[in-house]
């Protein structure tokens, strides 16, 4: 930026409302240059954003490692032109920058993402910058106890995301008086008017329902939103939610609180510029935070031994597995922490709870807090473990699509996985997590068949970039890998081979004893069979499956989770760049479950040792 | 069961009182049977039940198909022992059946699904009965002007879940009065005590600012219980939320206001039995509902023509088609109904709107109720089409999911489709919903490149059985087929064919244009392409992949999604059962977009023409 015109910092009011207008008139000028954007979203809450800048917020802009700096979250993301015109403002970025919105290989992107050093998470999926600023607030007040504020800035469209109230539940019930939520009640969605239109007390009522202190403002007076934004800042024992009255568009006559105006520049953008008052060159000099120490970590005892089981005896859940390995982890590494989704007797995520109360949280039933939750915990520097039935997890997908936008660093576990829960029936099995899982950018996907191979996966998990699943089985399962025994993320492990293999039996999770079983079977029909265990299901592990192939011509894939986007596709990835794919046969779940036992389940759904046994006859047969 | 013993209907506050003891009694008993389930949740909210049944509902078990029958929505799904037990009371199953509870082949599953003809959804997954209840109360009063009205009956954990917020938000909006939502408060989640316990009043505080009638009672007091749903039933303007106390397991020292009895039979059944009073074999008779005309479908203008675009001319986006045609399909069938997730405008749903504003039901920003109500209106026999950016129908996968549980009948379509759109950025890109949707048991999936294949397409939908998926694009994209042109889903199309064709470019959507520009390159180098537009992604043209396998021997698969669950999966599929599969490559979305032009996406994606011409050349090369 042009730092010889930059004027003296911006104080009064009249400084601060001339700021608004270089908001507005940056964001057109970004959305102008770009050909596209949202200005009008930006220019409802260019007044809020300008005194939180001259006022409030308390952020250096060149460190913004800085333990004490506060976090403040767009949650409207579409608003991102007003965002990076206050990082001019603040002269974080140059104009020119500026000028770069939404090209090809600017960080200024659409949507804000962390590619900004500013940017805590990505934003542009409405209704989730709440959720995770009550992870941040949470991690900064009741594990690191820093004094920095959570800033949330949100859209009235989104107010009628659901998510958005099991973080108000949250946020409300865990007493968050350093989380400040602002809304900019501009009256119209993308389509048209929102349900409440300029109702203030419509969202105050909602709001303070769930234990929030509010305050109702005109947004485009500076005065009211300093002092309601002071009101926040010193209301003891409750969250506060800002409820701004604003109009979209403000200050531009041929778009101003006019329908058919979202996401859009406007069209005469030289008018509005001028209309605006003119570009300015308002530097605004954002305090500094307070001193605070970085939180320790790093800490815990590394003498904590890992659980161990016995090869061959009692069989143990890969999920008991889970529970006993994140308590030690607990121990281990003073930067784990553990979100609930109200299960954790079933998870064993309370084993955790037992051990390590203050860094467990429960989310109660609310997926979406639950994953929220845990992005927050991890702009924070923790390592947290978010637990679940796997089922469930489908409820946060759009968080979990979300999080890897953000560049997050979340570990994920879903429990009771697959027709093998049993009696319980379709609406408690997931037959789609794996699907979900690997399709998510960058993500890790594992999947154990026992209790020493869990202990070794979760204990890799923290150390993978992105967003890592671990997929649990309900039921006991055999011990079969020796607790020393090492499981690499991206390998495999062959549990039967001979040269003489003319099919490989590959499995996961559970699968794999059915195919152990499949494989003894076979012997009786002089058929020898490669056991293949994939418990990497992304990466999977290429060389394997490619030796495996070229050894035994053919695979028989079982798998407890519907046909599309599991185990057998992650196989076949593997044959892919012109590589020769052996023949092979999938085993998956073709049917919709009702309630029978596990053996009933895994039987029905031919993916038992029979039907691998059977299948890979066949296989074997056609080959002949 | 046994007739002979079968008292005189139910009528007075003690004998109902003794219903409520039965139901107990049952639930216990079914649990003992199956050895799992969910006794004491049942137990909590058997008086609630029984007064429903002996006194308020209105339904002939006989005939669930008659109109006038009021629709009963067990939201706490794993009471499903209680609802078992009120179907037996009410003579519409034996005691016999009842103790099939949750045995192979039994139709009382350990969650209720459709399998029985009294329940309208699947339940299990905690905070959909609410949403699908709002769908259903909306047919009711806004569309069909029936008599019926919807009671749902939910636990106190699942109020935790932003999907019941989501619904309390439409049905209050809506001014659905009648729908009533009983919230059996028990104060025991799975894990432990939820977080409101029993105060009663900050359930009724919430869900009055949402604009809702509330009333407060003792869950186990018969008269109380009665009055409010007298109440309820004659409260005018708005929906009524009855939030009861109750104690989990009640009636049973044991087990009663107990933590770690959720899930499990209670330990010693007989004992149990004996201290709620012993076997009962009440018979209640439900109330018949009102006289009500079956509402007429099947109405509409025949002779309304859908939309034609002209091959070669202007290019059309395919989300035009798909709201020009929807339009259509609104005049040609009187059952359409639309649902919009407050992006109509994007979409062009609002084509819709601007024909049958009735049928177009705005659900704003939330995705949850969007398919909830979906849902409701699928259950009501209408023919639901919901659409929003494809991107954010991740919001609601578990609804998804449990559609299919509960064979469902519903479209969905999604626009602005992968990295296509363009700037916007990653988080308006759906680039895992081709994953999502396939894992959907028993869906199909579609994906149209053209204007008029996707007329096609859509006028296709209504005809699946199960939930229909149809992925749209924000950009214009070429007319390249006839406005007459068949395209039979599970069906493909053969571009460019040639008997000395060496490779086979399959696409669909954007990169089917990719293709045939890739094939015209490719003829520069003397190599001869073969073009499959796979517009139906499930089920998959499986003989045809195999044609073109065998006729050239090299496929090269470009997909605008991430590598996982789309359609690189899809095409592989077809060479399961030992069939030899092709030499391929895929291309796919491997990277994090940022925002950069349409063009530039597919190129830095390596899904361009360019690139899927230079991964041909390659794979022939290999392949000499």
Request: with cysteine; hydrophobic share 40%.
């Amino acid at each position: 930026m042009n730092d010889t015109i930059t004027h003296s910092p911006v104080r009064s009011d009249t400084e601060i409302a001339e700021l608004g207008q270089q908001l507005r008139v940056d964001s057109v000028r970004a959305a102008k240059a770009a050909g596209s954007g949202h200005p009008t979203s930006s220019m409802s809450a260019a007044d809020i954003m300008a005194v939180l800048l001259a006022r409030h917020l308390r952020y250096d802009f060149r460190h913004p490692e800085l333990p004490g700096n506060d976090h403040l979250i767009l949650s409207k993301g579409h608003a991102s032109p007003l965002l990076y015109s206050a990082y001019k403002a603040a002269g974080a970025i140059s104009d020119d920058e500026l000028l770069t919105f939404r090209k090809r290989g600017s960080r200024l992107e659409g949507h804000p993402t962390p590619r900004l050093p500013w940017v805590d998470v990505a934003t542009g999926s409405l209704g989730q910058g709440l959720p995770i600023g009550v992870g941040v607030a949470l991690a900064g007040a009741r594990l690191d106890h820093l004094p920095y504020r959570t800033w949330v800035l949100c859209g009235d469209s989104e107010m009628a995301e659901g998510s958005v109230w099991e973080a108000m539940e949250a946020a409300g019930a865990e007493h968050l008086d350093h989380l400040t939520l602002i809304v900019d009640v501009n009256r119209l969605g993308q389509r048209g008017p929102t349900r409440h239109g300029w109702d203030l007390d419509a969202y105050a009522r909602r709001i303070r329902a769930f234990g929030w202190h509010t305050v109702e403002i005109d947004g485009h007076d500076v005065a009211a939103i300093d002092q309601a934004m002071t009101e926040a800042r010193s209301h003891q024992g409750a969250p506060t939610a800002i409820i701004a009255r604003t109009r979209k568009g403000r200050g531009v006559a041929a778009v101003e609180d006019k329908e058919g105006k979202h996401g859009k520049p406007v069209a005469d953008p030289d008018d509005a510029i001028r209309e605006l008052g003119g570009e300015r060159h308002l530097r605004v000099e954002v305090q500094a935070p307070p001193e605070a120490e970085q939180p320790a970590r790093g800490g815990g005892d590394p003498h904590t031994a890992l659980p161990r089981y016995a090869t061959g005896g009692d069989p143990v859940a890969t999920r008991t597995a889970f529970g006993e390995t994140l308590a030690a982890l607990g121990s281990l590494h003073d930067d784990v922490v553990v979100l609930d989704g109200e299960v954790g007797d079933s998870t064993k995520a309370q084993l955790f709870a037992d051990a390590h109360p203050e860094r467990y949280f429960e989310c109660y039933i609310a997926e979406q807090q639950l994953i929220g939750a845990a992005v927050g915990f991890g702009v924070c520097g923790f390592t947290p473990f978010a637990a679940t039935f796997a089922a469930f997890l489908t409820r946060a997908h759009d968080f979990l699509r979300m999080a890897a936008v953000s560049r997050s660093r979340i570990n994920v576990v879903g429990t009771h996985a697959g027709v093998a829960i049993g009696e319980d029936g379709p609406s408690q099995m997931a037959l789609e997590d794996l699907a979900m899982m690997r399709s998510v950018h960058g993500s890790t996907v594992l999947y154990p068949c026992d209790a020493n191979q869990a202990v070794q996966l979760l204990t890799a998990m923290p150390d993978r970039p992105g967003i890592s699943y671990l997929r649990a089985t309900r039921g006991n399962t055999p011990v079969i890998y020796g607790p020393g025994d090492a499981f690499p993320v991206g390998g495999s492990k062959v549990l039967r081979s001979h040269p003489d293999d003319q099919v490989t039996l590959i499995g996961a999770g559970v699968t794999v004893h059915e195919a152990l079983a499949a494989a003894d079977q076979l012997v009786a029909d002089g058929i020898r069979a490669r056991v293949l265990d994939l418990y990497s299901v992304k990466p999977v592990d290429t060389q394997a499956l490619r030796t495996a192939a070229e050894a035994t011509g053919r695979f028989v894939i079982a798998e407890d989770h519907h046909p599309e986007g599991g185990l057998a596709d992650a196989v076949m990835e593997s044959f892919g760049n012109g590589y020769p794919a052996p023949r092979h046969t999938r085993l998956a779940v073709h049917t919709m479950p009702g309630s029978a036992t596990p053996a009933e389940q895994l039987a029905d759904a031919g993916i038992d040792a029979s039907s691998i046994a059977q299948a890979a006859r066949t296989l074997v047969e056609v080959g002949r």
